[in-house]
């Protein structure tokens, strides 16, 4: 290497300086002379974004439905006509044959089945009292009890508009605010969390194929003999997969907010700066994987296989971590998109400050460090 | 015939000569499959609440014992002002603010209405609207109580009564680990099955060994047999732990048959394959070919019906659903699973995924010709 004239006497700052940026724009050309994969690194953010900012909601809206009524009337026709026009349910399968919903069921063609007793708006006017069961598919229990909640409420409104409500005496109103999400939007919980796993995996995967890369190529051999510390090395290392991350942070905050109008309420600067502190421990993390594996397939299978299904899980913007067993509560705390998901959410969409973010950067930090550590370490190792 | 067989040992002393990978393949799934359903729960429940009570009157007391006494809400505690109770939701202390206004007691008797504040974090819009809307259906309830004490309400009303009653099917203890496992299963075959054939051949191509095999008398086919057989009967492996690990560590024993289960992951496993062995042909470096895996992944994950109901999103989203191969062989896991479905009703499942596997693999096939 041209910088072997400096090797007997030990580096000068200015020198190590210099090879520093030697190193640094060394691996942005093998990152620009890849397009492909640069084109995949930037496009791919905007398209998830897209995709799952819009698509993902955990309301449960437009589920199939049937009904069972052997002797149609007046009454059972109004209240499936209600439940059809509703924009919870929609209407799959009138029978009078129980045989053939529960092969609706087992089919997956409905997920709530209303069943009428037979003679229903005769019992209804003359007795008073009316039967009806709602038989709920619980494979999955949330959507279970939700929809027979739904239906419920749907038949008493029904049973109110149709009978008449006498004014009742002791009322006691409830006025309902939603905060920070009045529309109950599912992208404010999702992008959020979309954001973290994204700039999570993303800049792992990046990190973790850089040194591996080096290794499987035996170019390592030749980056050894540079006079360049350890920690600078790996530092050039992770600089440019800094700045592109951070672009990608650019482009999802700009189309969470232009396309789906979420609101930035805290400040941007902190915004980015936390950005920048997670995408360091991303990277961290992948300096790590790459130092402890010696294939790239390793290397990827790790960041990939490892990282997606615990960070989607654990991280809290999917299943709320207060409804897991405690073992697994303790555990979420390794991860770190679940952080980041706070912290996003308390800058982005509850317009908090850094006093209500500052535990967990500290956390984020310290996550940082113990991975840089780790990745050092073991980097010296290989050297001797 | 013989040659093909050549090549299949080749390919197993090529995958199991990396110990790293093994235990990527059947440690890592195992692993995940013990411990991720106990985190999969999304019922909305634990919500916590902080009362903001200005009257302190019986009425007020006996309401907020009401509310804690139900399975749903938590108390985090009292706040004196509504201002100290929104930090409790700042800080993620609290879902719920419940302010009880001065004079509650009082205006419920002689005004004969009162009206309660309820502040919901709805950051989270499914758990902030469910959650209002339980504490409103409890307020409701109280109300009713406190009615019955004061006006004397005939207990048989002559209004009409429609006397709703229920009861959840297939799953009737509300297990969630019995609905998250299958899907979770599917999931990680998913991954084992396609992504590791697209980084294998990835791999020849990028350390030019695949130049050698083309020039030797390998046919086309062979080959390509070769790299998918291996990862099939892998995906069977991983399958089987998967099973077992189901009923050993849930206890979740399928209602329908094993057979119809694996019949179906065979021909599963045939279309991701060739999912696969497609994207091989377009990624030129395993890093390219893993940046797709990834974007496919998540797409498949949180597209496929795992957790999110496909029914609703919007229109364009669940065409993309459709699309999606994973959301089948969720559904015919758990419709096997824990209705005990049969085959005649997976057949459109059966129909749509035989069809994505020839698709995938026939559009592979051109298109290795014309690359390599």
Not at chain 1, 26 to 45: G, Q
Not at chain 1, 81 to 103: G, P
Request: with cysteine; charged share 15%; hydrophobic share 50%.
């Amino acid at each position: 290497m041209r910088c072997s004239a400096s090797w007997p006497e030990a580096p000068s700052e200015v020198n190590n300086m210099k090879q520093f940026r030697t190193f640094v724009y060394k691996e942005f050309l093998h990152i620009i002379r890849d397009p492909k994969s640069l084109l995949i690194i930037m496009a791919l953010p905007i398209v998830q974004i897209i995709i799952f900012g819009f698509a993902l909601t955990n309301e449960i809206k437009n589920a199939d439905i049937g009904i069972l009524v052997t002797e149609p009337d007046e009454a059972t026709r109004q209240l499936t006509e209600r439940l059809d026009a509703s924009r919870y349910f929609n209407l799959a399968l009138v029978t009078d044959d129980m045989a053939e919903a529960e092969q609706a069921f087992r089919r997956d063609k409905i997920k709530l089945l209303v069943v009428f007793e037979p003679d229903f708006a005769h019992k209804l006017e003359h007795e008073h009292v009316a039967g009806l069961q709602l038989l709920a598919d619980a494979t999955d229990p949330n959507t279970a009890t939700t929809l027979r909640n739904y239906a419920g409420a749907i038949i008493q409104d029904y049973q109110q508009e149709v009978w008449g409500e006498q004014v009742l005496p002791n009322r006691m109103e409830v006025e309902t605010h939603m905060l920070y999400n009045p529309q109950l939007i599912g992208a404010y919980n999702f992008v959020p969390g979309v954001m973290g796993m994204i700039m999570l995996l993303i800049s792992a995967m990046m990190t973790s194929i850089a040194i591996v890369r080096e290794k499987e190529l035996n170019t390592m051999e030749v980056i050894l003999a540079s006079p360049l510390k350890p920690f600078l090395l790996i530092t050039s290392k992770a600089v440019p997969y800094v700045v592109l991350s951070l672009v990608n942070v650019s482009t999802i905050l700009l189309i969470s907010t232009t396309l789906l109008d979420l609101p930035i309420r805290g400040s941007l600067l902190l915004i980015y700066a936390e950005s920048f502190l997670f995408i360091s421990t991303a990277i961290s993390l992948g300096l790590m994987i790459s130092n402890i594996t010696d294939k790239q397939q390793t290397a990827l299978f790790i960041s990939l296989m490892g990282l997606l299904l615990p960070t989607l899980i654990l991280s809290g913007f999917m299943f709320p971590i207060e409804n897991m067993p405690k073992p697994m509560q303790v555990l979420s705390n390794i991860v770190p998109t679940k952080w980041f998901f706070i912290i996003i959410k308390n800058l982005m969409i509850k317009g908090l400050g850094w006093e209500s973010v500052w535990k967990q950067s500290l956390i984020l930090l310290g996550m940082t460090f113990f991975f840089l550590a780790v990745s050092v370490r073991t980097f010296k190792r290989r050297l001797a | 015939m013989r040659k093909l067989i050549f090549l299949l040992i080749k390919e197993f002393q090529q995958i199991f000569r990396n110990p790293a990978i093994i235990r990527i393949i059947f440690v890592m799934p195992a692993v995940q499959l013990l411990v991720l359903p106990l985190a999969a729960d999304y019922e909305v429940k634990n919500v916590y609440v902080t009362v903001v009570d200005h009257d302190h009157s019986d009425y007020s007391r006996q309401l907020i014992e009401h509310i804690r006494s139900s399975n749903y809400f938590l108390l985090t505690g009292y706040a004196d002002s509504y201002q100290a109770a929104l930090k409790d939701v700042e800080d993620d202390r609290s879902d719920i603010i419940l302010e009880i206004p001065d004079g509650f007691e009082r205006d419920l008797v002689r005004d004969d209405e009162v009206t309660l504040n309820l502040s919901a974090n709805a950051v989270n819009g499914a758990k902030g609207g469910i959650g209002a809307a339980y504490a409103a259906s409890l307020i409701r309830q109280f109300n009713n109580e406190i009615r019955m004490d004061w006006a004397q309400l005939p207990r048989y009303s002559p209004i009409a009564m429609i006397e709703v009653t229920g009861s959840n099917w297939f799953n009737p203890d509300m297990d969630y680990a019995l609905f998250m496992v299958p899907g979770i299963l599917v999931i990680l075959l998913t991954m084992v099955g396609s992504f590791l054939t697209s980084i294998n051949i990835v791999y020849e191509k990028e350390t030019g060994t695949i130049e050698q095999i083309n020039v030797s008398p390998i046919r086309k086919y062979q080959f390509i047999l070769g790299k998918l057989i291996p990862f099939w009967l892998i995906g069977f492996v991983v399958l089987t732990i998967g099973l077992a690990i189901a009923r050993l560590a849930y206890g979740i024993i399928p209602e329908g048959s094993f057979g119809l289960i694996y019949l179906f992951a065979a021909v599963y496993l045939l279309a991701f394959l060739g999912i696969g062995l497609l994207l091989s042909t377009y990624a030129e470096t395993q890093q390219q070919a893993m940046f797709i895996a990834f974007f496919l992944m998540m797409v498949f994950i949180l597209m496929g019906g795992l957790y999110t109901s496909i029914d609703s999103m919007p229109e364009w989203a669940q065409v993309i659903a459709r699309l999606n191969p994973v959301s089948y062989f969720i559904e015919v896991m758990r419709m096997v699973v824990m209705k005990g479905s049969t085959i005649a009703d997976t057949g459109r499942h059966f129909a749509i995924i035989g069809g994505m596997a020839v698709f995938f693999n026939v559009w592979a096939i051109v298109n290795y010709r014309k690359r390599i």
